[in-house]
């Protein structure tokens, strides 16, 4: 088999983040009596999504990501005086119960899972990755959970992937694909290291960043004649 290894993204591969998101800050507001609708959620991705940016290029360290996106968010809803590090532990808390799963994740992590070793490799915080993706239904296929937060770097940086293979024990780059939505964390990542990259690409989106993956797919579905291929 020309791949023994795959390392799978969590969150837009496997896990709907957007669900886990969504309920997660409808709660925390709730907490804190802060209101809550389109505007709010609309806000926050667009907010996180900036400071997330700014984590992976190695800007800012996982804290200031934390505190400064509900900073951020508090003043441009004006939504009047609240704690951020209080908002951000109490939305942590309610994140890391959101272990839902994309539509087909589970039947192909099974069908990998047993004829391969399957890794997942996201780039997030110990409290909420292990607790959302240990508490699913993929638990009990992982060989392998790598957070960022606990290797000192994230995706893209080659030292994750470095490090995710140093843990798995691994070091062969040959026989590994890495999977996953995100262009310039998964595929410019696992490019930088020198392994077989594939792109999920739900929405056919098209590609303008230069970024090439060995292969795309439209849903993970595609997955097993790639990852199982001679």
Not at 68 to 92: K, M, Q, V
């Amino acid at each position: 088999m020309r791949y023994s290894l795959i390392l799978l993204d969590a969150d837009g591969t496997l896990l709907d983040y957007d669900a886990a998101e969504r309920s997660a800050l409808r709660r925390a507001f709730s907490d804190f009596g802060l209101p809550y609708g389109e505007r709010a959620e609309e806000e926050y991705r667009r907010i996180n999504g900036r400071y997330w940016l700014l984590y992976e290029n190695g800007e800012v360290d996982a804290r200031t990501l934390q505190v400064e996106r509900f900073h951020s968010l508090i003043a441009a809803l004006g939504a009047g005086p609240a704690d951020a590090d209080a908002l951000n532990e109490t939305y942590l808390g309610y994140l890391a119960q959101g272990s839902f799963l994309l539509p087909g994740a589970l039947e192909v992590f099974r069908a990998l899972s047993a004829r391969k070793a399957l890794a997942i490799v996201t780039n997030g915080f110990t409290r909420t990755q292990r607790g959302r993706i240990l508490n699913s239904a993929l638990s009990g296929c992982i060989s392998h959970l790598i957070i960022s937060e606990e290797a000192g770097a994230a995706k893209p940086d080659p030292r994750y992937f470095e490090y995710a293979l140093k843990m798995i024990g691994h070091p062969c780059k040959t026989d590994v694909l890495m999977v996953g939505d995100s262009l310039t964390a998964d595929i410019r990542g696992g490019n930088a290291c020198g392994i077989d990259t594939c792109w999920l690409n739900p929405a056919r989106a098209a590609n303008g960043t230069g970024i090439e993956p060995d292969y795309e797919i439209a849903s993970l579905g595609e997955l097993p004649a790639i990852a199982m291929a001679e």
